[in-house]
């Protein structure tokens, strides 16, 4: 089945500068990959989809990238500000599939 | 406003005794489904729609039921429920059933089972 990591469970840095984060994937060849963002005790928001031809998207301060080759994503926050502290989520989708699977999450912690 | 509802937010009961937790949308969305989020594990789906009267298991459906009778409504039932069954309920639905299409989640149900 298909499995998919989120690089670490919590990320601390310096507000100001750029978070990345990564998901990875195996046994799997999604046509979509998308990116949610979850507040403790809500339910997660979409923030940015990407398709298996698209190399780079991106949406104000935030960046994704989807690399086939290497079976990974990397979601960047530029400028990072302590309200961009919450839990990541990335998600992946085939062509014609209809379910979403989620990795488990990174818990970003943007310090003052 | 566009949202997903669910009802209710909290709830506590006991070992066994039937319970529904209901799900609503307004964004007349075909594709609806259930999932459970626990620590370390993630969201992991229980059961989806693609529409009405059509539904399917998803990766964890032991121990639920669902059914989806009109398009906005797609109740989750526990017919017996279980102390592994504690979690975080989220409904979501979307727009189609391709997987382009971003999720609206609900707020979230937390459910202990006692």
């Known amino acids: 089945s298909q499995k998919i990591e989120q690089n670490s469970e919590a990320l601390n840095i310096q507000e100001g500068k750029t978070a990345t984060l990564t998901c990875n994937y195996t046994?799997?060849?999604?046509?979509?990959l998308q990116w949610y963002r979850q507040d403790p005790g809500r339910g997660p928001v979409f923030l940015l989809l990407?398709?298996?031809?698209?190399k780079e998207k991106r949406k104000e301060r935030l960046k994704v990238t989807f690399d086939t080759t290497l079976k990974q994503s990397l979601f960047h926050i530029t400028a990072s500000q302590p309200a961009d502290s919450a839990t990541y989520l990335c998600a992946l989708a085939g062509g014609g599939a209809n379910n979403l699977f989620f990795g488990t999450g990174t818990r970003l912690t943007v310090i003052p | 406003e566009a949202q997903v509802t669910q009802n209710p937010r909290y709830l506590i009961t006991v070992t066994g005794k039937k319970l529904t937790v209901t799900c609503s949308q307004n964004?007349?969305?075909?594709?609806m489904s259930w999932y459970r989020q626990d620590p370390g594990l993630g969201l992991r789906q229980i059961y989806y729609?693609?529409?009405?009267?059509?539904?399917d298991k998803g990766d964890v459906p032991e121990g639920y039921k669902v059914s989806r009778k009109e398009k906005r409504n797609f109740p989750l039932i526990l017919e017996s429920p279980s102390p592994n069954q504690t979690s975080l309920y989220f409904c979501a639905s979307r727009e189609r059933r391709t997987g382009v299409d971003e999720q609206y989640f609900g707020p979230g149900t937390r459910l202990t089972v006692t």
């Open positions: 729609s693609m529409n009405v009267e059509v539904t």
């Open positions: 964004m007349n969305h075909e594709y």
């Open positions: 990407i398709r298996e031809n698209e």
């Open positions: 046994n799997y060849s999604p046509a979509y």
